[in-house]
Structures are given as structure tokens and as C-alpha cells.
């Protein structure tokens, strides 16, 4: 079950951060949320993982985007291809 969750909630993770970083369809919450989400996540596979410890790096820059310090949407577009990326290769085996 956890196998299909982690992918389907960095999709929605990156979805968020684009839709907030061009349209500013979301609240600063929810993106807070979601960058806490993928920092705890990539914190708990950082010691064997090497994609984990980017999602720290993604995760770092969501907080920032979600206090408003940096925002940038270039960046934004980077994290969302990487966390999408990362989630479709994640899904892929799943059968």
C-alpha cells in the first residue's frame, strides 16, 4: 500500500508547488504541509537513498517558497520534473 502512496503524494506535492509558484491557486498552509511532507520523507530514506536526499534539497526550497523568502519559477519547474519524474519511475514496476 505504501508502495502506491509515496509516488501519488510526490505527484501531488509537485502539483502543488507549481500551481502555487505560477497561479497562486494555493495557500502558503498547504505548501508548508507539503514541503514538512517531503522533507520528513526524504529525511527517513536519506541514509540509503541518494533521490531522498535531493527531496531534502526540493523540500528545503518548498519551505522557503511557502514563507515567501525565494520564489522562483524556473525552480519550481526543476522540483516539479524531478518529483514527477521520481514518482512516475516509482509507479512503473507496480503492477
Do not use: E, N
Request: aromatic letters at 12%; glycine letters at 6%.
Amino acid at each position: 500500500m505504501i508502495l502506491y502512496l509515496l509516488p501519488i503524494l510526490d505527484l501531488l506535492t509537485a502539483t502543488v508547488l507549481i500551481l502555487h509558484t505560477h497561479f497562486g491557486i494555493f495557500p502558503l498552509p498547504v505548501v508548508l504541509v507539503h514541503g514538512i511532507y517531503l522533507g520528513i520523507k526524504g529525511l527517513l530514506f536519506a541514509k540509503t537513498d541518494f533521490a531522498s536526499k535531493v527531496d531534502v534539497l526540493c523540500s528545503i526550497y518548498i519551505i522557503i517558497v511557502a514563507l515567501g523568502i525565494f520564489v522562483k519559477p524556473t525552480v519550481s519547474l526543476i522540483v516539479f520534473i524531478w518529483l514527477v519524474q521520481k514518482a512516475v519511475f516509482a509507479m512503473l514496476p507496480i503492477r
